[in-house]
């Protein structure tokens, strides 16, 4: 069975507070670092994505549900539509999809990709 980290996505903001009442300035540390590791992924674009195994920005296993609870919340913060991160679908690996501002985006095609109307 493949490993499955669904389970540690942000579901609610209240989870960050937990975290900042529990660790104070140390989890907002922490999530200062995951801020800037997301930041300095490689960007590829929508049709050729490079793909980041998760496992290589987190440094200690046991800190891997704070890491996902802070890149949900970076990617909330964060994303547009010409610039974005996202998990595959079972939290293991991570992507930075930069577009080239000279380069005409077709939006109609990334909706199509999504099923969006």
């Given at each position: 069975?493949?490993p499955?980290?669904?389970?540690?996505?942000?579901t609610?903001?209240?989870?960050?507070?937990?975290?900042?009442?529990?660790?104070?300035?140390?989890?907002?540390?922490?999530?200062?670092?995951v801020?800037?590791?997301?930041?300095?992924?490689?960007?590829?674009?929508?049709?050729?994505p490079?793909w980041?195994?998760?496992?290589?920005?987190?440094?200690?296993?046991?800190?891997?549900?704070?890491?996902i609870?802070?890149?949900?919340?970076f990617?909330?913060?964060?994303?547009t539509i010409?610039?974005?991160?996202?998990?595959?679908?079972?939290?293991?690996?991570?992507?930075?999809?930069?577009?080239?501002p000279?380069?005409?985006?077709?939006?109609?095609?990334?909706?199509?990709?999504?099923?969006?109307?």
């Amino acid at each position: 069975m493949e490993p499955d980290n669904r389970i540690y996505r942000l579901t609610d903001k209240k989870e960050i507070d937990a975290f900042v009442e529990q660790y104070g300035s140390k989890f907002l540390q922490f999530k200062a670092d995951v801020y800037t590791r997301l930041k300095g992924l490689p960007s590829g674009t929508f049709f050729k994505p490079v793909w980041i195994d998760i496992f290589t920005l987190v440094k200690k296993e046991h800190l891997l549900s704070a890491f996902i609870k802070c890149a949900c919340l970076f990617m909330l913060e964060n994303n547009t539509i010409k610039e974005f991160w996202e998990f595959d679908d079972y939290y293991l690996h991570i992507r930075h999809i930069k577009e080239d501002p000279e380069k005409e985006i077709n939006y109609s095609a990334i909706q199509r990709w999504y099923g969006k109307k």
